[in-house]
Every structure is written in structure tokens, then in C-alpha cells.
């Protein structure tokens, strides 16, 4: 297959605002989305900011929007779309643009600081620690996550509704939750922190209606909704309709 031209439009623009910029550009056997965003900046618009820097998707940087879609430009092939299609690359929604194609993610990382970090148990020095290989494994899928924050964008709890960011931590930072939570050696229920109810009353667990955006955006193919969103919710559930929880609350209320 030989080289062609494509037609892209590319979102340019601050904060003030912006628009769609039409572009001709070379495509070469091979290529993807971000192969083409380099070629415009070396051929015709020098000036047009994006984040990128493995290109290799493992750093989670050149996260945007292809014909509507949050993906990682340097993990989309050019071959996916038609040679006669029009390709729209837009900057993710769900966030404050800075300028063209980069984003603003602040809100995540506000988000991951909330969520209290692992808690060592007690007696157990580091080196030590012992677990199933079971239990390894299933917050191992959890810890494939390369930060794009493609399933934060997508998530309608945050990107239909901007007054919900305050409440809800969003897909990434509930698996978090859900993955110390499964965690065999967490100790933070010692240390008096439940995290099932911080989940619902601090990170907004019930706003996710399981929609199951989050997970088909996923590059790395976690299963966010399935392994880490539904067995929080069940197990949040659980503890809040269990009658011994319930009996020793209204004990602790007296
Ligand atoms: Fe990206 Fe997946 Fe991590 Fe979400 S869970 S930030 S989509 S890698
Ligand atoms: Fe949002 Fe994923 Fe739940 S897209 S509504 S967090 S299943
Ligand atoms: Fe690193 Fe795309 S450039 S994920």
C-alpha cells in the first residue's frame, strides 16, 4: 500500500476559546494518529501543542479525542479509519484545555491524593509480606494502569456534569480504592479507616451507574467496571446492610 493524503481537522485554541483547523496531510504506510500530529508540526503548524512521550503507549500522555472517541494517538493506526474519512483530533473534553491538543488533568491528581495510601500491617517488616498468588494477580490487572485518564474523560458522571468533580473521584481512583480494598495485607481497617464507606461518602462510589464507558476506553484493557467497580459496590452494600455493622453503630451512637 502506498502513501496518501488525509484529511484531518485538528482542534487549535486556549482557554479563551477556539476552533477547527482544516489540514491535507501525508500519510505513510505504517503510521499512526500521533505520526501525523509530528508531520503537521514539521510541515505546517510548528506552533500546535501536544503531550506525548513514549509513543509506545505506556506513558499515557498523548490521550485525545479521534472522531469523538478518547484514545491514545500513538496507539491509533491511521489504516483503522477509511482513506476518504475525515479524522477530527480534539482535546479531551472532561478537562480545561491549555492549549490545541493539551489539557489540563490537575483534576486527577487532586483526586489521587485523596485516596489514603496503602497501610502496612503491623509486625510485618517490608520483605516479609506474604499473599496469594491469587490475590497478586488481581490487583496486578489494576496496576497496568499507565495514567491516560482516557476512562476519567469518558466517564458521563464528570464530562456531562462539571459540578460532579467534586464529589467523584472517577473510574481510576475507585479502582484504587477497590484494589486496597481487596488488598490482603492493607491494614487501614486497623488503623480505623473502612474504605467501603469512604468509597460511597468520599470518592462518590453511587454516582457510577455502570455504564461501562470507562472500560471500553481502557488501553490496557482492565476490566474497571467488572473487577474493581461492581465488587466495591457489593461489598460497600454488603457492610451497610449487615446487621452486626448495623447493631454496633447504634451501640457507638448511645
Ligand atoms: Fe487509562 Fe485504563 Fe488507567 Fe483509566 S484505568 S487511566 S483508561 S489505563
Ligand atoms: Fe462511569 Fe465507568 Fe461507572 S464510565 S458510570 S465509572 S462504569
Ligand atoms: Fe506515551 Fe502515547 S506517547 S502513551
Redesign the pocket.
Known sequence: MSGYTAHFKVWRGDVSGGGLKDFEVEVNDGEVVLDIIHRLQATQAPDLAVRWNCKAGKCGSCSAEINGRPRLMCMTRMSVFGREETITVTPLRAFPVVRDLVTDVGFNYTKAREVPAFVPPAGVAPGEYRMMQEDVDRSQEFRKCIECFL?QD????VRDHEENKQAFA??RF?MRVAELDMHPLDAAAEAGLDRKTTAQDEHGLGY????????EVCPEGIK??DNA?IPLKERAVDRKYDPLVWLGSKIRRR
Open positions: 476512562c469518558t466517564c458521563h458522571v472517577g473510574p475507585l457510577c451507574n455502570i455504564t461501562k464507558c470507562c472500560t474497571i467496571t467497580l
